[in-house]
């Protein structure tokens, strides 16, 4: 599962689809204040 997670990311970072992978990470974690 972990690997799969990974490879997500990689492909949505590889894409360019930041605003997707942020949305997506955000399901499972606090919003990260990145300034």
Known sequence: AAGAVMVVIGVLLVT???????????QFAPPIDIG
């Open 16 to 26: 360019g689809h930041f605003a997707m992978l942020t949305s997506f990470l955000a």
